[in-house]
C-alpha cells in the first residue's frame, strides 16, 4: 500500500459542550481505529495528553506510527489573546448556539482550527504529505465498516482535489439549497458590509449554516493562506465586538466574499438524512 498523502489535524479538549466529555471520548476511540490511510495530528491538553496516549497504545504499530499528539494549552492558542472577547461573545443572547449552553473557550477552539492545521505543517510533524486538513475527533462517530478502514480517503479521488483551493460539505439540503445560497448572498454582499468595520450590518443568525465546519482539505501552501486568510476576517469581528456564532460563520463570510475561486464547495444532489450532510466527505472520499 502507498504511503498516504494527507495529513488531517484533529482536537480533544474536555469542555462543557452540547454532548457531553465521555461521548468526545467515544468517537476518539473510534476515529484512531481507522487510521490507516492517512497520518493524524491530534492537540490535546496537557490533562488529557495521557487519557489518549492508553488509547493510542492499544492499536497495532503500523497505526501508532501515523498517530501524533501534541500538548497544546489553551494560553497558547493564537486568540486566547482576545480572552474577553470569547467570554462576552458566549455570554450574548444573539449567539444562541453558545449562550449558557458550553464553555466560553469552546467556540475559540473552534476557531482554532486553521491554526492546528498550519502548526501541524509548519512542525512538520508528518512531512511528506501533499495535503493537509482538519476532521473534527466526531466526524466518524458511529460504527465504523471495513471500507473506511482500508480505503478512506481513496487516494486515487485525493489526486483529484485542486491544491490551490480549499475543499468544504454544503450541509444544506438540495430543496433548501438556493433559499439558503440568496440569504448568503445577500447578507455578505458588500451593501450589507459596513464600510469601515468590513463586517455585516446585520447579525449572522444562528441557525443560517451553511458549510460544516467539522472537515477540510487542501495542499499545503493553501493551508497556510487559509490560516492567515480566516484569522483576518475573524478579526474584524473581533476588533468591532460583533457576535461570531462559530467557525462555520467565519467560513461563510470568506467563501462569499471570496472573488479569486479559492474555495471548492461539495454539495449533495440526492435526497439524504440531513445529519448526513454534516459528514459527507466519508462517502465522498470511498
Known sequence: MEK??????????????????????????????IV?????????????YNILIREIQQLDEN?????KVVIKPFTEFYNYKYKSFWIENNNNPQCATLYNITDWRLNM????????????????????????????????????????????????????????????????????????????VRHFHPSNIDRITGVPIVTYPAEAHMFSGGFYITGREKAVWW?????RILEKYIRNKVVVQN????????VFIDE??????????KETCPDKLWFMFREFLL
Open 4 to 33: 498516504p498523502n494527507i495529513t488531517f489535524s484533529s482536537c480533544l479538549y474536555r469542555l462543557k459542550n452540547r454532548h457531553g466529555n465521555q461521548l468526545h471520548l467515544d468517537w476518539f476511540r473510534n476515529f484512531i481505529r
Open 36 to 48: 490507516n490511510r492517512f497520518y493524524l495530528v491530534i492537540y490535546t491538553c496537557e490533562n488529557d
Open 63 to 67: 497505526t501508532q506510527q501515523k498517530i
Open 109 to 184: 477552539l473552534w476557531c482554532e482550527k486553521v491554526h492546528f492545521v498550519k502548526q501541524t505543517i509548519e512542525q512538520k510533524y508528518f512531512d511528506t504529505t501533499e495535503y493537509y486538513g482538519w476532521c473534527d475527533i466526531g466526524y466518524f462517530r458511529d460504527i465504523i465498516s471495513g471500507d473506511i478502514r482500508e480505503k478512506w480517503p481513496n487516494p486515487d479521488k485525493l489526486r483529484d482535489f485542486d491544491k490551490e483551493r480549499v475543499y468544504y460539505g454544503c450541509i444544506i439540503e438540495s430543496i433548501y439549497l438556493r433559499t439558503a445560497y440568496q440569504y448568503h
Open 227 to 231: 490560516c492567515d486568510y480566516f484569522q
Open 247 to 254: 467557525e462555520q460563520h467565519i467560513i461563510a463570510h470568506c
Open 260 to 269: 479569486t475561486n479559492n474555495f471548492c464547495i461539495i454539495k449533495s444532489c
